[in-house]
Structure formats: C-alpha cells, structure tokens
C-alpha cells in the first residue's frame, strides 16, 4: 500500500494552501487518494511527489501499462459527436488488441484546465500509462499540444493520432474551430470597452454564422 499523507502535508509539498486542495478536489483537477468515512482526506505521497515536480514516476514495463483513449466535445449538446469519436475510438483500440480505458471531455479546444485533460495529465504523469489514443490533434488541444506531447515522450508514452496527417480541422469541423477562437476574442473583448469590444464581438459572429451556412452548403451538394 502506498505511503499516505495529510492534505495539510499534500499542501505544503505543492506549495499551495489546504483551500486549493479542497477546490482542486471540488474541480476535478485533484482527488484524494483515501476518504475515510469521517471525511478525512488522505493522498499517495508519491503521486504528489510526481505531480508536484519534487520526484520522477518510475514508468512500469511497457507490457503493463494502460493505453487511455480520449474524446472530446465543447458542449454536453454534441452526444452525436462524442458518440461517433468513442465508436472510433473503440473500433480502433479492438482492431488493435488494445485494453484500454476511456475519458470524454466537454469543453473549447482552448481551455487547457477541463476536468478530463487535467486527468488524462495526472495518468500520463504517474507513470502507469503506455498509449494515449485520440481521433485527432485537436481533440487534445487547439494550441499547444506540443509541450504535451513533449511530456508524453519523456514519459515514454506514445500518442496515437487516428487521422493523423489528414486535415484534422476540417474533418472535426471548421465550426468547430470558429466556436473557440469565438470564445478566444470573447475573452478580448471582455478587456476593451465600448465599440471596440461590440464591434470584434459582431465580426466573430458574423464569421460564425457565414461558416456555418457554408457548412449546410456543402452537405446538401454533396447528397
């Protein structure tokens, strides 16, 4: 069994107050280990070593580790998509003799602190995982999926892009990607004042729009 220690120790090590650790427990982006039934938090004193930066996760032998499948979509609306990218996901993972479990997200390819990245990090991180398998680039992240990968090859993990080399914007969705650099000037305008920040907000929405009516162009043409 591993060696447990306090949240007040947990704390200390990550630098941080006992708050965060309850907000980062409340989020997602850190579970405790052990719960006792009198609500007594308790975590792996290696695994915050790792995430913590103080010590390296011994990678288990190749054979034994995971491979982690993961899906993602920006809004609980998009079940359609989320259920397509598990079936792929799955079919691929069979086709190759993969065991395997699998993590969905919601959230814009921009935000960097969803509840299943932030999980997907922790695996990679502990050492345990061998295989991340995603349908495309962007499904991780819009931008900066380079440190990422950078992480993952330190870890000796490899990272399995499914369409990998095809024009993965345009087979997730220009849509898609309209949606998060929307979400991106948002944040922009939210800092400007007055006809600065109506006038990037109506131009993105007009991009938007223009991109989605071009969409149901091209579907109806090609049926």
């Known amino acids: 069994m591993p060696n447990?220690?306090?949240?007040?120790?947990?704390?200390?090590?990550?630098?941080?107050?006992?708050?965060?650790?309850?907000?980062?427990e409340k989020s997602g982006k850190l579970m405790p280990d052990?719960?006792?039934?009198?609500?007594?938090?308790?975590?792996?004193e290696e695994r915050v070593l790792v995430l913590s930066g103080r010590a390296v996760a011994k990678a288990l032998p190749n054979e034994n580790r995971m491979t982690l499948a993961y899906?993602?979509?920006?809004?609980?609306?998009?079940?359609?998509?989320?259920?397509?990218q598990v079936h792929e996901l799955g079919r691929y993972c069979s086709e190759h003799g993969y065991e395997y479990e699998l993590i969905t997200d919601y959230g814009s390819g921009l935000n960097d602190d969803r509840k299943g990245l932030q999980k997907l990090l922790h695996r990679i991180l502990s050492g345990e995982i061998g295989r991340v398998v995603v349908t495309s680039r962007d499904r991780l992240l819009r931008f900066g999926n380079e440190l990422l990968l950078s992480i993952c090859e330190a870890k000796g993990v490899e990272v399995?892009?499914?369409?990998?080399?095809?024009?993965?914007?345009?087979?997730?969705g220009d849509e898609?990607?309209?949606?998060?650099?929307?979400?991106?000037?948002?944040?922009?305008?939210?800092?400007?004042?007055?006809?600065?920040s109506a006038g990037i907000l109506a131009f993105m929405e007009k991009l938007l729009a223009a991109i989605k009516e071009m969409r149901k162009?091209?579907?109806?043409?090609s049926n």
Do not use: C
Not at 4 to 24: D, E, K, Y
Not at 176 to 194: I, K, N, P, W
């Open 4 to 24: 447990m220690i306090s949240i007040g120790r947990a704390a200390q090590l990550f630098g941080v107050s006992i708050q965060t650790m309850r907000n980062w």
């Open 34 to 44: 052990y719960v006792s039934p009198g609500g007594t938090r308790k975590y792996s």
């Open 71 to 84: 899906a993602r979509v920006r809004t609980r609306d998009e079940r359609e998509e989320l259920k397509r």
């Open 160 to 172: 399995v892009f499914m369409n990998h080399g095809e024009g993965t914007w345009a087979e997730e």
């Open 176 to 196: 898609d990607l309209a949606e998060d650099m929307l979400d991106a000037v948002t944040l922009l305008a939210l800092r400007l004042h007055g006809r600065e």
């Open 217 to 221: 162009v091209g579907t109806s043409s």
